[in-house]
């Protein structure tokens, strides 16, 4: 693997702590280069809890390190799964790096819990919402999914 070199992230612990905490009503400034990837900046189509937000601000900088124009159409969590969509094809020969880092991203979010950022599992509350959580901030509302009963797969 010879890839690009990736931009270093200042001080990733803190960057983590920032994001997690922000308390602001608007997206956190550290996200601006991400949310000027997508069509409208404006009301980018992104959907996801500041847990996962460190994650994203890490996966932005790598493809961006491949292909400084790519664009991305929403980023969202779905049945607190991470969804990353590209808009178009990225130029050049860096597809299967893309979507590697992409994967990666999803993967660690897989196991991230999406309100602060700690180690989370996929959970499911008695209505049935799903949701990516550490155990305490899934509290008594959730439990593991893994752990149901009735063994169902999420929809
Ligand atoms: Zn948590």
């Known amino acids: 693997m010879n890839g690009p070199q990736h931009r270093p992230v200042a001080d990733n612990a803190e960057l983590c702590k920032h994001l997690v905490e922000w308390g602001g009503d608007d997206l956190p400034p550290a996200l601006n280069p991400l949310v000027a990837r997508f069509r ?17 601000v890490r996966l932005e900088q790598r493809p961006a390190t491949l292909d400084p124009t790519y664009r991305v ?37 897989a196991r991230t819990c999406e309100l602060c950022g ?6 499911r509350s008695r209505e049935g919402t799903y949701a990516l959580l550490c155990a305490d901030d899934a509290g008594t509302a959730y439990r593991p999914a893994n752990d149901s009963a009735d063994g169902s797969d999420p929809p």
């Open 40 to 56: 409208d900046s404006t009301r980018p189509e992104f959907y996801v809890s500041q847990g996962w937000w460190p994650l994203l």
């Open 73 to 109: 159409s929403q980023v969202k969590s779905k049945f607190a799964v991470l969804q990353f969509y590209l808009e178009g094809m990225p130029r050049g020969d860096v597809g299967p790096a893309f979507a590697d880092a992409i994967r990666e991203a999803e993967a660690e979010a």
């Open 118 to 123: 700690k180690p989370g599992v996929l959970c």
